[in-house]
């Protein structure tokens, strides 16, 4: 008998752990008739995972918010996702846990019945921009797609709820963008599909409060501006006052700091990487390396 192929990725499901090819959850599995499930994902870079009690609090958070139990404790938690990176032999990874609902018993639409699903798996690193996008800076599109209320579905829980998001980006790659910005439905910017936004001029971040996921590149974001001494708002950040920032940038899990330099196509400042910008997404590199945000993992043998 052959061994397994690890080497794009593995999986943990139904108690096992398999290719990432060959990973599947049951159709009948709410997770996937009803996008019901909350997830998260934590990257590991350079053999070591970044800030991965952050990414399991809010794991946990999440599932709370959904009255999800994804049955498994932290350290199992760890554990589990430690063997995907392992087994795949990556060095830099996208991690990703999830809690679906699974299904009542069968005759029965009590969600309360439902035995709970935890899955996991890890592949290759993902960047939400390429290389060229991220050495010349993004062209976002405002969408007229406003996100989904907060009232409906709570951002605040990681959630797969993304046809909004879906829409909005197939809009803005017709449009020629490189991606998306949704809107709040008030004039006011929230997010795009993997990431958080944030507005720099004269020196000040702005990062909507309110209708987003709490990013935690965006808590990485907060928490270097604070090292460096700029100043950071919280608040709601209007479409207008993006389109007139000196300087903008999302963040994401998916590659840290990613610079824009255009919104529908039209400069930011001088159209080039701002200079805060630059600033953040490297010291975002530089914190990697810092021993309070990484965890390493044991790979036990010869690793890719
Ligand atoms: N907002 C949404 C909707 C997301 O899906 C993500 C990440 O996937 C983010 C924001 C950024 O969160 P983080 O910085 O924790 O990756």
Known sequence: MTSPDFSAGAAWQRGEFVPIADASIAMTDWGFLRSDAAYDVVTVWDGAF?????????????????????????????????HCVRLAGLRSSYVEMICTRGQPPWGSRDPRQAVNRFHAFAVPYVWIANEEQRARGLNVVMSGVRRIPSASVDPRAKNYHWNDMTMALFGALDAGGDTVLLTDGAGGVVEGPGFNVFAVTGGRLVTPAEGVLEGVTRRTVIEMAQSLGLPVELRALAAEELRGADEAFLSSSGGGVLP?????????????????????????????????????IAYGGEVS
């Open 260 to 296: 824009v330099t255009r919104v529908d196509g039209h400069e930011l400042g001088n159209g080039r990487v701002g200079e805060v910008t630059a600033r953040l997404r490297d010291l975002y590199w530089e914190w990697h390396r810092d021993p309070r945000y990484s965890t390493p």
């Open 50 to 82: 970044f800030r991965l009690d952050a990414h399991l609090d809010r794991f946990f958070a999440s599932c709370r918010r959904f009255r999800l139990d994804a049955g498994k404790s932290r350290d199992e938690i760890v554990g589990i996702i430690t």
